[in-house]
């Protein structure tokens, strides 16, 4: 019975991609349409009425107090309202999302915030999404699919680790990707090494029979993390407390032409999840608590990476599939229970929202539901993904994930996964496993299925054209540049979410002088975190190259009038203390609270989600000398602050900012308005984790979409 439900799967999907290309969608957001699809402002003050109009541009009407904001112009740009008591802001166009603010407030989309402190709901358009697939790219794939040994079409399922190939195994068996897997770099870690790297690997494809280039992949979580000198952007939940889907879409853009300049043109990500539970030592990976905020944030993500139209810059990887941020206890790779309605209200709807934009590429997630590793869940990936959803690019497994967990090569093909992330296997290897599957435990028209899909993928990159590619050394000269760090600041700006501010302590004068303290007060690898150069991140300034610290962004506004020390006790002559605390690097698996023991190396984790003794008594000595005290978190998830709550004159939330700190600073001193809303409900205590927007009983310290401005 299981093998006659997976085959019926496997042929629908194999018609998808045989007879349909896709047709580019067309949308309207409320009360408006427009050429491609027009994104639309949600209500404010009064109520907003809004109207799209053009060429995919988004245009806002007036209400409530009679405020008015157009969108504009081109390809659809986004424009912000101003004034009155409820301001609307209007989405981009050609698929571009929606801002609006609330009574008395800026901040949330498409919908009225408390007092203006709380955000409303988030808003997208759907115009302007990339047709995905083309039916000339499927006819390519088909052709070349046609032309395959059966040994060359198993090489194109691998995703084999650069340091487990050779260029003579790549020409040899004609695989299809190659990836590092966390710190695994070349030896001197420049963007040009990098480049230099790929290009040796698309060298050796492009030597093979069939001339089939590989993709690289690489775990590009906020920014090309992994290369020295790159621009580190926030990581997703500061983005998600940014609110704006136009700000993302750019962030994104800008980290695909620096992937594209090292080479990396399969980055993994963006993640998708809905994280439910901050435990979850992915939680800072993800946009946010609410399907919204993931949906809106991840399709954003998606036409940054792959543009909205053309040859892609990169190719998206939307994971993980499926509910990874509902795991019970917040276990990384656990199981998320509850039945399908549940799973299918929580956490289907960003993928099936990045399906629509056209995503290349989503891969499988560790996690189990109900028992059963996604992996393996023909039912979830053939069955709703594939057919359902009409997902019409490839599956990839994340790292070793068909081998592990009680997973099998077989019931991992089986189960929908298209192309294998391996460890440890050569290309050998990889054939001689996989061969003798077929037929009879994995039939060659799922094979067949897989290879087409990566095929078509490819041929949407712009790699099946029958000319070489190698990396545009443009690009490679414009990772980390100036105008690309001047966005990653912007963007940890807009995420900047104050918490408190009593009696008016911020915007902070430029002419008072500061007692700076705390961990990451002068530490670039804290404000990074984890995915940065290596797997876990590292503290310290030697992580990467670049950037600027919040001490030095201090220095710039107040030089000669910032005293520094990590234990906060530099305050002679200061009005004002400035504690930078909260957490130190971290990924997945060392990041779950608590930390599991046995196989991790795991040093020194904490144990809860409290502030350490250290970030305390940082806090506790600026009060005791008495200055203003103001706290900047620097965490990649709401921690229990009950313990300088009452000390603190105000408190800012930077997430993890990543290289640009003076975004900062830019906001304590008021150059930048704050805007950033919470992207997750703030607990009071520990034993109220997990809390959700929507709970029965629901009294969080500070509400989802809180955000306090000035």
């Not at 799967?9 to 349409?33: D, E, K, N, R, Y």
């Not at 009064?46 to 541009?57: E, K, P, R, S, V």
């Not at 078509?456 to 712009?462: Q, S």
């Not at 000390?647 to 003076?662: K, N, R, Y």
Request: aromatic residues 6%; proline residues 4%.
């Amino acid at each position: 019975m299981a093998y006659r439900s997976t085959s019926f799967v496997i042929l629908a999907t194999a018609f998808v991609l045989t007879s349909t290309g896709c047709p580019a969608p067309t949308s309207s957001g409320p009360s408006g349409t427009g050429g491609g699809g027009n994104a639309t402002a949600g209500t404010g003050g009064g109520g907003n009425a809004t109207a799209g109009t053009g060429a995919g541009n988004a245009t806002a009407g007036t209400g409530g107090d009679g405020n008015a904001t157009a969108g504009t112009g081109g390809g659809g740009n986004a424009t912000a309202g101003t004034g009155g008591g409820g301001n609307a802001t209007a989405g981009a166009g050609g698929g571009g999302a929606t801002a609006g603010t609330g009574a008395g407030g800026r901040g949330g989309s498409s919908g009225a915030g408390g007092g203006g402190n709380v955000a409303g709901s988030l808003g997208t358009g759907a115009g302007g999404m990339r047709a995905f697939p083309t039916q000339a790219c499927i006819t390519k794939a088909g052709e070349l699919l046609a032309m395959m040994t059966a040994d060359e079409k198993i090489a194109q399922l691998h995703q084999v680790e650069r340091a487990n190939t050779s260029a003579t195994d790549i020409t040899t068996y004609g695989v299809g990707s190659v990836y590092s897997q966390g710190g695994s770099a070349p030896a001197t870690n420049t963007p040009k090494d990098w480049a230099d790297m790929i290009d040796g690997f698309r060298k050796a494809s492009f030597a093979s029979r069939l001339k089939i280039p590989v993709i690289y992949g690489l775990d590009i979580v906020h920014g090309v993390g992994p290369v020295k000198g790159a621009t580190v952007f926030p990581h997703n939940i500061g983005l998600g407390a940014t609110r704006d889907p136009a700000l993302v879409e750019e962030v994104a853009r800008n980290v695909a032409e620096e992937a594209a300049g090292v080479g990396a043109d399969f980055p993994f990500g963006p993640v998708v999840a809905v994280a439910r539970d901050e435990r979850w030592g992915r939680t800072y990976e993800a946009f946010g608590e609410t399907v919204e905020l993931a949906s809106a944030m991840g399709t954003a993500y998606t036409n940054g990476f792959q543009k909205r139209s053309g040859t892609m810059t990169v190719l998206a990887n939307a994971k993980h599939y499926l509910g990874d941020g509902g795991t019970a206890a917040g276990v990384n790779n656990g199981n998320t229970a509850g039945d399908e309605t549940a799973l299918r209200a929580l956490h289907l709807t960003p993928y099936r929202d990045v399906v629509k934009a056209g995503v290349g590429s989503i891969m499988a997630s560790y996690s189990s539901w109900q028992g059963v590793r996604m992996h393996a869940n023909s039912s979830m990936v053939n069955g709703v993904l594939k057919g359902e959803l009409a997902f019409a690019g490839f599956v990839g497994s994340d790292y070793n994930g068909c081998y592990q967990n009680g997973v099998t090569a077989g019931s991992c093909l089986n189960g929908g996964v298209d192309m294998f992330m391996t460890f440890g296997k050569s290309a050998s290897q990889f054939l001689g496993e996989i061969k003798p599957l077929i037929p009879n435990t994995v039939p060659q028209l799922r094979v067949d299925d897989a290879v087409k899909r990566i095929l078509t993928v490819k041929c949407e990159m712009g790699l099946l054209d029958g000319s070489q590619k190698l990396v545009d050394r443009a690009l490679t000269a414009n990772v980390g540049s100036a105008a690309h760090r001047a966005v990653a600041r912007r963007a940890v700006a807009a995420s900047i979410v104050v918490l408190k501010n009593d009696g008016a302590t911020l915007p902070l004068s430029k002419s008072a002088s500061f007692a700076l303290g705390g961990k990451t007060g002068d530490n670039i690898g804290n404000q990074c975190g984890g995915w940065t150069v290596t797997w876990q991140g590292q503290t310290g300034n030697t992580v990467t190259t670049g950037g600027t610290t919040v001490h030095q962004a201090l220095d710039a506004v107040a030089p000669g009038r910032v005293s520094y020390a990590v234990d906060g006790s530099a305050t002679s002559g200061a009005s004002v203390g400035i504690a930078v605390i909260g957490e130190t690097p971290y990924s997945e698996g060392c990041g779950d609270i608590p930390t599991p023991t046995g196989g991790m190396s795991c040093i020194s984790r904490p144990t809860t989600l409290s502030l350490d003794t250290a970030d305390v008594q940082v806090v506790t000595r600026m009060k005791q000398a008495g200055l203003k005290v103001v706290v900047v978190l620097v965490v990649g998830r709401p921690m229990i602050i009950d313990t300088i709550l009452s000390m603190a004159d105000a408190i800012v939330v930077a997430w993890l900012p990543g290289t640009e700190g003076a975004g900062i600073t830019d906001v304590l001193f008021g150059d930048v308005r704050p805007n950033g809303k919470l992207p997750h409900s703030w607990p009071r205590t520990q034993a109220q984790i997990p809390i959700n927007q929507g709970d029965a009983t629901y009294d969080p310290l500070f509400p989802y979409g809180f955000g306090l401005t000035y």
